[in-house]
């Protein structure tokens, strides 16, 4: 297994992904691409004295800044660390990629470097949403904010084969995140897209509403990028609301003291069943190739996740699942 | 002031729909009038002695329920509360109505029974969103999933008013909910709302995401009703999400228990702070009158609190104030 990372994605690259990369080789005993400005890299490994026999260093001059305009940096930026990871997959030296870098930048450049799946018009984000029975995926999380119908009844399909293959859920549900459970509701487009995903061979449980996105009852939740976006990045900062409003209850006196002291314990707990680093990051899928997106903000634990996560996908041959569940489906669609 | 309250809406109704009226009359002085199924309100009553002398009831034979077709009720259901309720405010019989009830079906009743503002073009559905520096407003949370760049532009100017006034915020900062903070992110859509909330006199602080709703960074938050409605039902599923986690947590031996008993007390007093019942209800802006939609759920509390947020809005007047903010605006665009 040969993963290339973007050791220039990330706040805090490329010091927190050189020692994720470091964490997973040395559990799983992956070989690690680092690919990015060589000598910053190199400067970063002058730190540890081992394990270092399955990391290697690709260089790349260029970095794509977070706020970039990702049209431009693939055009303007052709050896950046970004282009040059998807490089590497293209010429198939690599089995998947990751970086925690501008995200815009690296589904733009995975999508034209790689191309997409066959039978697949639009890539899909698909993110791990922790929940009460343990997690499901959302699917699209922001790779394309102008969604057809179409694209969502791909979604599904590509979210059903990876939480059937990795998530290992026998028939899982698949929801349309949508404003009301009735099928009457919601703009055109969802209605559309609800019929295209009732009429497929998936195990479609109809609408489901933001309220039901942590209760379970649901596997794969299906909605356009921009809504995706917006619900993961509400859920993702609620969290961190209640932390900051615990840590606030620490200067109240002695008994919310003590209660903030024990509550910051169950909640560090109850955080960890709800942390996005355990999960590694976000999956680009319909893409011809495995390519995972981990967070901006990505510990060396979320990059050594992130690494995981794309082995298991390469492991478990998601591509080719997506590409037998999708080209029947097709097919009926053209006699249709 | 004389308030009309739909007794018959909510998960509970009558019974915590007349506490609720119960609560108002007698902490506010309030005269309430319950409209509704006669019988069953009096029932109610009949486990009151006193206290009744500030609540009448006025008939209304039939219910509109919960997932009833807005559409379909408003011209089948005509002697429904819902219905009721509104004429008695078209006749200026009341000074504000409350219901927490169908949600559509209220919308729907108060848009063509009382008519929009002058200058407003559609009513949307404001709520109180608790962040970490007080609390803001969301407009709209699913009065109109159609929305056109012009309708977010007047949300923008009835969010602001409201802040203003109600919320005593002196220059409410506004925000458009978007997939990033850059001037180029989003749909067509979004970027020609953001070019119209730039050029009015609001103190538009550009693009916001959804990790930056509980900051309280912005005091106004502006986007479309189907966006407005996935981010509310999103925030309200977390906090009781974390609530269930911090029980299950009871049941894992001695250190956990305790810590959950510790815990348990200090989200209580966080979820306080976040708690959607203290703010009793959504505005439904932009009609001529003031209508108030509680939680299908509401406890007497919120139905009290939703009483109390539509006196205060009739107090304010906070219709002539937003009449005010959007006729200077209509008129520079009718010149441009």
Redesign the interface.
């Known amino acids: 297994m040969r993963i290339a990372v973007d050791a220039m994605g990330g706040d805090k690259a490329p010091s927190v992904v050189a020692e994720g990369a470091l964490l997973a080789a040395k559990e799983y005993g992956y070989r690690i691409v680092l690919v990015g400005q060589k000598e910053a890299i190199e400067k970063e490994f002058s730190k540890y004295k081992k394990n270092l026999r399955d990391i290697s260093i690709h260089h790349a001059s260029e970095v794509v800044e977070m706020?970039e305009?990702p049209a431009v940096t693939i055009r303007k930026k052709k050896d950046s660390s970004i282009n040059v990871m998807i490089e590497l997959a293209r010429a198939r030296e690599v089995d998947a990629v990751v970086s925690a870098g501008n995200t815009g930048a690296v589904v733009c450049a995975a999508t034209l470097g790689l191309g997409l799946l066959q039978g697949i018009e639009r890539p899909g984000i698909g993110v791990i949403m922790p929940?009460?029975k343990g997690a499901g995926i959302l699917i699209d999380a922001?790779a394309n904010?102008?969604a057809k119908p179409q694209h969502l009844l791909q979604y599904g399909i590509m979210g059903e084969a990876y939480a059937r293959y990795i998530l290992n859920i026998e028939s899982p549900k698949v929801g349309l995140?949508n404003?009301g459970?009735?099928e009457?509701k919601?703009?055109d487009f969802?209605k559309e897209s609800f019929r295209l995903l009732s009429e497929s061979d998936l195990n479609f449980i109809g609408n489901i509403?933001?309220?039901?996105?942590?209760?379970g009852e649901c596997d794969v939740i299906v909605c356009d990028?921009?809504?995706g976006?917006?619900?993961?990045?509400?859920?993702?900062?609620?969290?961190?609301?209640?932390g900051?409003?615990?840590k606030r209850?620490l200067n109240r006196g002695f008994l919310?003291r003590?209660?903030?002291?024990?509550?910051h314990?169950?909640?560090k707990?109850?955080r960890k069943?709800?942390d996005y680093a355990e999960y590694g990051g976000a999956l680009l899928l319909g893409i011809d190739g495995v390519c995972i997106i981990a967070h901006g903000s990505s510990t060396a634990k979320a990059i050594k996740n992130a690494i995981r996560v794309a082995a298991e996908e390469v492991e478990q041959n998601v591509n080719e699942r997506i590409i037998t569940a999708i080209l029947p489906k097709e097919n009926e669609i053209g006699q249709a």
Do not use: H, Q, W, Y
Request: hydrophobic share 45%; aromatic share 8%.
């Open positions: 706020g305009s929940n009460l922001g904010i102008d995140l404003i459970e009735e009457t919601g703009t969802v509403e933001g309220k039901d996105i942590f209760t990028g921009f809504i976006n917006v619900a993961l990045k509400v859920s993702e900062s609620l969290a961190e609301t209640v900051k409003l615990l209850e919310p003590l209660s903030a002291i024990f509550g314990r169950v909640f707990s109850i069943e709800m």
